[in-house]
């Protein structure tokens, strides 16, 4: 089962806003914020986000999600590697980086 994904990702703007959960296997991209994506989701994991990195300007990579390509996702955030549960990483908006 993949992730849906935009096809006109190509298209956007380098300002356009993901989740990212919505990003594909091996994306990069740049933290743009850490929101609440639901009423699951309380202030203190917000903030354990940002605690473990997940500010403004950080760059990210989704490197690959876990069985059946769902959750955990493995994150990479700067040099350290997390695994995230689908409603974390719902909270945490991006920019998709600029592809080289």
Do not use: N, W, Y
Request: charged residues 20%; glycine residues 8%; hydrophobic residues 45%.
């Amino acid at each position: 089962m993949s992730t849906a994904f935009p096809d006109d990702i190509a298209a956007m703007t380098p300002a356009a806003k993901l989740c990212l959960h919505q990003l594909p296997d091996g994306a990069r991209a740049f933290v743009a914020g850490v929101v609440s994506s639901s009423t699951d989701i309380d202030a203190v994991t917000l903030r354990r986000l940002g605690e473990l990195g997940f500010l403004p300007g950080e760059p990210v990579q989704l490197l690959r999600r876990g069985p059946g390509g769902r959750e955990p996702l493995a994150v990479l955030i700067g040099e350290t590697l997390f695994a995230l549960r689908l409603l974390e990483a719902q909270c945490i908006e991006v920019t998709p980086a600029p592809l080289s």
